[in-house]
Nanobody, 127 residues
Framework: QVELVESGGGLVQAGGSLRLSCAASARIFNSYALTWFRQAPGKEREFVAGISWSSGSTEYEDSVKGRFTISRDNVRNTVNLQMNSLKPEDTAVYSC????????????????????WGQGTQVTVSS
């Protein structure tokens, strides 16, 4: 069974930091691009950041560039999202997703492209 399990969400004040992790089964980690999405109440799910399985390519949504960093640990089979300088508008449920891809493909920005999803973790940023 393919699994993605997120952790690390919580409540933080504006300007603070959180680190999200997504643990993936080995079958996903090899040859899959991994991506973080988020969904705020009343809004559509949106792309946040993605990384290729080779770790050679990353992409970010414009509003998080310079504040968020995506990385993957190929020993622990995790993909991480370091979030700094958090803003109230970053409040959302954050989910990781995986799609089979060739080594340098990051993954698209449409949720419809992804085959596998975690259950999500809540991030709340207070003003």
């Amino acid at each position: 069974q393919v699994e993605l399990v997120e952790s690390g969400g919580g409540l933080v004040q504006a300007g603070g930091s959180l680190r999200l992790s997504c643990a993936a089964s080995a079958r996903i980690f090899n040859s899959y691009a991994l991506t973080w999405f988020r969904q705020a109440p009343g809004k559509e799910r949106e792309f946040v950041a993605g990384i290729s399985w080779s770790s050679g390519s990353t992409e970010y949504e414009d509003s998080v560039k310079g504040r968020f960093t995506i990385s993957r640990d190929n020993v622990r089979n995790t993909v991480n999202l370091q979030m700094n300088s958090l803003k109230p508008e970053d409040t959302a449920v954050y989910s990781c997703a995986a799609v089979w891809a060739h080594r340098d493909y990051v993954g698209g920005r449409s949720p419809d492209e992804y085959d596998h999803w975690g259950q999500g973790t809540q991030v709340t940023v207070s003003s």
